[in-house]
């Protein structure tokens, strides 16, 4: 798990390859790992790692996370900047994709059938497919979470029980798989008070290199508005209401949890 982060971190939020190079990304799915020397306006200079070529590249060709660390490069190096950037380029036009995806969960339940202690191994394979023709899917990102309800808590509560971040790269007419990291969950049925936590489903959500959303899937369905909130979420196991604001005075049943 902290592998595969790692290496979506280098990749999207870029993180500095040595003390001064980083792997710029830029919206067409391109890398270049290479250092700041100079910025004039939206013009920005870069020193290319392999050969030490001096490149001058347009800011606004480059993704999100990209622009907030020049801006942040211009106001640690004041000396090396001329001209002031313009004003954040307009959000990218999405470029629609044909995705699909077949979700199988992959479930162990065992307890006695008639009630009492149960404990559930869950997991989520993701087969998504893209169906372009010609088109390949690179550099995306996929982002997905797992629910769960506390059975002693409020109806209208969810935790989130595990934020996953995964590449996704699938060629045209190509496929790709995902399995996320099985969780184990102990709950009572119908002996007794209620205690524990029980599954609620899913959230899959691709996004594309510039950070626009492709692709979104839930389950229930009308999970499925709510990617924005959801992207934002950044702690995890979390308690969220229904429409996945985070809920900080609430707090999780962790002994009922585990990996």
């Known amino acids: 798990m902290r592998l595969r982060h790692l290496l979506l971190s280098v990749m999207l939020a870029g993180?500095?390859?040595?003390?001064?190079?980083?792997?710029?990304?830029?919206?067409a799915g391109t890398l270049l790992e290479a250092e700041i020397t100079e910025t004039n306006g939206d013009n920005i200079t870069l020193?290319?790692?392999?050969?030490?070529?001096?490149?001058?590249?347009?800011?606004?060709?480059?993704?999100?996370?990209?622009?907030?660390y020049i801006a942040r490069w211009i106001e640690q190096n004041p000396d090396k900047a001329t001209g002031a950037l313009t004003t954040d380029p307009a959000p990218v036009p999405v470029q629609k994709f044909s995705l699909s995806c077949q979700t199988l969960p992959s479930k162990s339940n065992r307890?006695?059938?008639?009630?009492?202690?149960?404990?559930?191994?869950?997991?989520?394979?993701?087969?998504?497919?893209?169906r372009e023709v010609q088109r390949d899917l690179q550099n995306a990102t996929g982002i997905v979470i797992t629910l769960g309800r506390n059975m002693m808590g409020s109806d209208s509560d969810l935790i989130v029980l595990q934020k996953e971040l995964f590449e996704v790269n699938i060629r045209a007419q190509s496929k790709m798989v995902h399995s996320t990291t099985p969780i184990r969950l102990t709950y009572s049925q119908g002996v007794g008070a209620n205690y524990g936590v029980k599954s609620l489903g899913y959230v899959l959500i691709v996004r594309d290199s510039a950070g626009n959303i492709l692709f979104v899937e839930a389950s229930p369905d009308s999970n499925a508005k709510?990617?924005?909130?959801?992207?934002?979420?950044?702690?995890?196991?979390?308690?969220?209401?229904?429409?996945?604001?985070?809920?900080?005075?609430?707090?999780?049943p962790a002994s009922y949890i585990s990996f």
């Open 111 to 130: 307890g006695p059938t008639g009630g009492g202690e149960r404990v559930i191994e869950l997991s989520y394979n993701f087969n998504l497919n893209n």
């Open 226 to 252: 709510f990617a924005k909130e959801i992207i934002a979420i950044s702690e995890v196991p979390c308690v969220v209401d229904r429409d996945f604001m985070v809920k900080p005075e609430s707090s999780v």
């Open 47 to 68: 020193k290319r790692k392999s050969d030490d070529q001096s490149l001058v590249v347009n800011r606004k060709t480059l993704c999100k996370e990209d622009n907030t």
């Open 15 to 27: 993180l500095e390859a040595s003390a001064d190079t980083r792997v710029f990304v830029s919206l």
